[in-house]
């Protein structure tokens, strides 16, 4: 049987920078709202594979090391964590909207309701603030870059994918300060693959 080719298709995007969100610490949506994707009942099947990318600015105080947390969710009201970067460590240098790129894939590895929907998820978060530990400054030469999780890939929480689901981007900082903030100025997701 010949190959088949499938063109990407984007099913969101965001169309305006979003807001400068800072003074907080638990997760919470940073995509405008317009650019939240509602997967119908039944969308996903075993092998989609979903690709989620952000494009922003972070900015981080030099005095607690903040860390940011990257959650792609799910849900009837996208409160089911499907992809988690973990805790990632800024530098010991002080930013002001300083770039980074996320991109997060994601490969629907079961289907079915209550929590019998899983998904398995690898992504990358680049930008000169990321460090994996230890106090130190930014580096003189490249762009951190992190595996989001730097842990052996799994299966993230269940999920029902026989009723509508919500997708959106959240993301957490250690520390409440004014100038501890997150902006995400692109934001898409597209349909990589059909099982």
Request: net charge neutral.
């Amino acid at each position: 049987m010949p190959a088949q080719f499938t063109q990407n298709l984007l099913l969101a995007n965001q169309q305006a920078a979003g807001t400068l969100l800072n003074t907080y610490t638990t997760s919470k949506s940073v995509i405008n709202p317009q650019a939240l994707l509602t997967l119908p009942p039944n969308y996903l099947t075993v092998g989609t594979m979903l690709r989620v990318k952000a494009q922003g600015g972070i900015s981080n105080i030099v005095t607690s090391q903040p860390t940011f947390t990257f959650e792609v969710r799910l849900g009837p009201t996208a409160n089911i964590i499907v992809h988690t970067s973990q805790a990632v460590l800024t530098t010991t240098t002080a930013h002001t909207l300083i770039p980074f790129d996320y991109e997060v894939q994601l490969r629907v590895d079961s289907v079915g309701s209550g929590t019998a929907a899983k998904m398995l998820a690898q992504g990358v978060l680049r930008g000169i603030m990321f460090v994996i530990s230890g106090a130190v400054a930014d580096p003189t030469a490249g762009v951190g870059t992190i595996m989001c999780n730097n842990t052996a890939p799994a299966v993230g929480t269940g999920f029902d994918s026989t009723v509508a689901n919500i997708m959106d981007l959240w993301v957490g900082i250690s520390v409440s300060s004014a100038s501890n903030g997150i902006q995400i100025y692109n934001y898409t997701v597209e349909q990589i693959g059909q099982g």
